[in-house]
């Protein structure tokens, strides 16, 4: 179950149905049983009733008036019934009403005991029956025992129970309705912080927005603090690590530049001399590709904003310009307006820096850079193609596979050109993309293409 | 031409000034960025190189500072950042191109050499004004195709009057820009090595590659001939 709604939702309902469903239970038994309560007083009623209203006539046996008290005695089928059976347990009397039914008999109750027993008519109809058996005491001091017996249908009252229950149940029911929705539309706002914590961080991943704003009720508030904390804890880690790599290359590259310088000094062999620079060449070449490496991963993604391609490829151009000023190479830019790329604005300048510096340095005289988005350019999470052609020699197959190696150099007089390829290639991959080299149908020479893919669910590589 | 120099490592300072001296440059130094700065602005000098990795005052400061005051020299940039992200930060601000430490002399020198015809307007590094060339990059002197023995300093001279083609120079420019700082400035020195570049290049005073401007200067007067 993925919803926190859903899941309160549910619960509530359950809950509900046990709480309301006992409280039915209970005020039903309790409407029954004291409906039965009084059912059976008024039994008592008609059984006293009875009582009183037999006589002793001449020949010594118990009778009855023609017409009792209680109308429906005398009522056929009025649903009240009376009985009077002598010490043989034989019916010696019936009411009126009973014409034409079978009442069951039963056995001769204990002397004096109030016998309420639950029978029915030969036709099925439920019967709630109160028998006594009392020793008579006749005027000539004769003691007979008899049974009085008084049986009401419950047909009435089953069916008064059975209209109380249904409305007790379905009151309940709207009840419960009633207070699911409340509690839906209360969760509605409850869960709002909820909201607002996702609407905040994809603010943060757009770059409008440096941290959450920790106006959050109590049980969010510790997340949006750890949030900032975390987020603030990677970009002080780049921050640092930038910083250190920068201090690294400072102080490693500024001693092997003196030492260049004063390896002219030797005026020993100039053999000696030219390996000396050679491995002055190398160690530079090692430091260069290590301290080139990314500065961030697809990891930062929430740390870094999208990065201003079109900004940058301007200042780039811009700068490619005037280091070829002699050279005075058409440079060609169609970017897609609204492309990004999210991730370190360091990362995104080597790769088209390194391209089109390559691009310029083989070119005959026209260069092209073209970016467009990899995936639906609204999307927030959209990658990136940057193509970087040229109308040079181009680079043939064979040497495509070798350029893509770690320092490995296609052309030695022209130092560096190897490296440039490489590094772009990591940096495409710690974005979880690839490069691809190729030749430009459009100027003739080499294409080169990164493509970083959109981010998905979960990041990228 | 003047050359100035800021870098922070000594070592490496002293080698550069002294390389690029031996050049035939005159070269100030500077060890940091205060005194590269007020030396920016206040000296005269032809072209500037900077270290970015400076401490205290940064090498981009230098350069944007120097812009905003109307200083229009090549600016060299020298860093140990090899990222782009720097190079086009430098570039930006105002240089006009970069070199990466550690670095190869010749490198420096080239883009040196590349930086100052750039500023004069030449698209080569082979001057060229009618019979008169001037091959930057071997130091050589021909009229004619014939080639001119020149001292340094006679070299030095033609050299800078030639990259300023058109431009008027000031004897006090002259003394500024090609003397080092030990070196006796006397600007009557300068008439005579003018008075002897005329008669190494144009013997039979048809030419008339060098024009006097009465109490305003020298102008190297030929057509530049470049397509």
Not at chain 1, 78 to 106: C, K
Not at chain 2, 92 to 110: L, R, T
């Amino acid at each position: 179950m993925g919803s926190l709604s859903a899941r309160l939702l549910v619960s509530v309902s359950v809950l509900m149905l046990l709480f309301f469903g006992a409280t039915v239970v209970v005020l039903d038994t309790a409407f029954r049983t004291a409906g039965e309560q009084a059912r059976q007083d008024i039994l008592d009623g008609h059984l006293m009733q009875l009582l009183a209203a037999a006589n002793p006539n001449a020949e010594g046996a118990l009778s009855f008036p023609p017409d009792l008290h209680e109308d429906r005695f005398n009522t056929i089928g009025s649903g009240l019934y009376g009985e009077l059976r002598d010490d043989a347990n034989t019916p010696v009397w019936r009411s009126r009403s009973a014409l034409g039914l079978e009442i069951p008999t039963g056995d001769f109750p204990t002397l004096g005991n109030h016998q309420f027993l639950r029978e029915s008519l030969d036709d099925g109809t439920p019967l709630l029956t109160l028998s006594m058996a009392v020793q008579w005491e006749f005027p000539n001091g004769e003691l007979k025992p008899y049974v009085f017996k008084v049986a009401e249908s419950l047909d009435a009252f089953n069916a008064q129970v059975a209209e109380f229950r249904r409305q007790l149940v379905g009151w309940f029911a709207a009840i419960a309705l009633i207070m699911l929705l409340s509690i839906s539309i209360l969760m509605r706002g409850l869960l709002r912080p909820l909201r607002q914590i996702e609407t905040e961080i994809g603010e943060i991943e757009e770059g409008r927005r440096v941290s959450l704003s920790e106006r959050f009720p109590t049980e969010l508030s510790g997340v949006a603090r750890n949030m900032n904390l975390l987020i603030d804890n990677e970009r002080a880690r780049s921050d640092r690590y930038r910083h250190t790599l920068d201090n690294l290359a400072h102080s490693l590259k500024t001693p092997l530049a003196g030492m260049r310088a004063l390896i002219k000094d030797i005026t020993a062999e100039r053999q000696l001399r030219g390996r000396f620079d050679e491995q002055i060449d190398r160690m530079d070449e090692i430091v260069r590709y290590q301290l080139r490496k990314p500065a961030a991963s697809a990891a930062d993604n929430l740390v870094l904003g999208p990065v201003p391609v079109a900004k940058e490829v301007e200042r780039l151009v811009a700068g490619l310009r005037k280091v070829y000023h002699d050279k005075r190479p058409t440079i060609e830019s169609e970017i897609t307006p609204g492309v990004k790329f999210r991730g370190d604005t360091g990362d995104f300048l080597e790769l088209a820096g390194n391209l089109l510096d390559n691009a310029c340095k083989w070119c005959a005289g026209r260069v092209k850079i073209r970016i467009t988005p990899s995936g639906d350019p609204q999307s927030m999470a959209n990658g990136m193609v940057l193509t970087v052609e040229d109308d040079g020699p181009g680079i043939p197959e064979e040497a495509a596979d070798v350029l893509l190696q770690r320092g490995t150099r296609l052309d030695e007089s022209t130092p560096g050109h190897g490296i440039g390829l490489a590094i772009v290639k990591d940096i495409a991959r710690s974005y979880g993309g690839k490069l691809t080299i190729a030749r430009s149908a459009l100027l003739g020479g080499a294409a080169i293409t990164v493509s970083i893919p959109p981010i998905s669910e979960g990041s990228r590589a | 031409m003047r050359l100035l120099v800021i870098e922070d490592d000594d070592t490496l300072r002293e080698a550069l000034a002294e390389q690029l001296a031996e050049g035939g440059y005159a070269v100030e130094q500077a060890a940091d960025g205060r005194e590269g700065l007020y030396f920016a602005l206040e000296y005269p000098i032809d072209l500037a190189i900077i270290d970015l990795g400076l401490p205290e005052v940064s090498g981009l400061d230098i350069i944007r500072e120097a812009r905003e005051q109307g200083k229009t020299y090549p600016i060299l940039i020298l860093t140990a950042r090899d990222r782009w992200q720097d190079k086009v930060d430098g570039l930006s601000a105002g240089a006009d191109d970069y070199v990466v430490k550690p670095f190869h002399f010749e490198e420096v020198s080239a883009r040196v050499n590349a930086l100052l015809r750039r500023s004069g307007g030449w698209a080569s590094s082979v001057l060229s004004a009618g019979p008169v060339v001037l091959d930057m990059s071997r130091q050589e002197l021909t009229v004619d195709d014939a080639a001119i023995e020149l001292t340094s300093f006679e070299y030095k001279i033609i050299e800078y009057l030639m990259l300023k083609a058109g431009q008027v120079i000031s004897k006090s420019e002259l003394t500024d820009r090609l003397y080092d700082q030990d070196f006796e400035r006397d600007s009557n020195v300068i008439e005579v090595f003018i008075g002897r570049l005329r008669k190494k290049l144009d013997p039979e005073n048809s030419l008339k590659p060098i024009e006097t401007l009465r109490g305003r200067g020298y102008r190297f007067a030929l057509e530049r001939s470049e397509g």
